[in-house]
Nanobody, 125 residues
Framework: DVQLVESGGGSVQAGGSLRLSCVVS?????????LGWFRQATGKEREGVAQ????????YYADSVKGRFTISKDDAKNTLYLDLNSLKPEDTAMYYC?????????????????WGQGTQVTVSS
């Protein structure tokens, strides 16, 4: 079974930084990968934040985080990261990592098959 476990959330002041980690186990990287970070603020829909796709060797960032957040992965540690810099109060949300099975990639949360439990990020002004 594919399992994802996030960590690294916390409370910071605006302008601060955090690094979120997601340990991924049981995922078949040999078939290509589609990995992503999503967030969901209270009362809002879950939205895509950043994504990595092996099929086109591309990364995607939502406009709201472009230039501030960076997605990366360490294959030796089976870990996906999201570096959050220049944080704003509107970045406050539960952050989830997710993985999609074989067959393309995208930013729609509905197409992702496996999810972590989430880690809370709270940014105060």
């Amino acid at each position: 079974d594919v399992q994802l476990v996030e960590s690294g959330g916390g409370s910071v002041q605006a302008g601060g930084s955090l690094r979120l980690s997601c340990v991924v186990s049981g995922y078949a990287y040999s078939d290509g990968y589609c990995l992503g970070w999503f967030r969901q603020a209270t009362g809002k829909e879950r939205e895509g934040v950043a994504q990595m796709y092996s099929g086109e060797s591309t990364t995607y960032y939502a406009d709201s985080v472009k230039g501030r957040f960076t997605i990366s992965k360490d294959d030796a540690k089976n870990t996906l990261y999201l570096d959050l810099n220049s944080l704003k109060p509107e970045d406050t949300a539960m952050y989830y990592c997710a993985a999609k099975g074989a067959g393309g990639c995208g930013i729609d949360p509905l197409i992702f098959d496996y999810w972590g439990q989430g880690t809370q990020v709270t940014v105060s002004s």
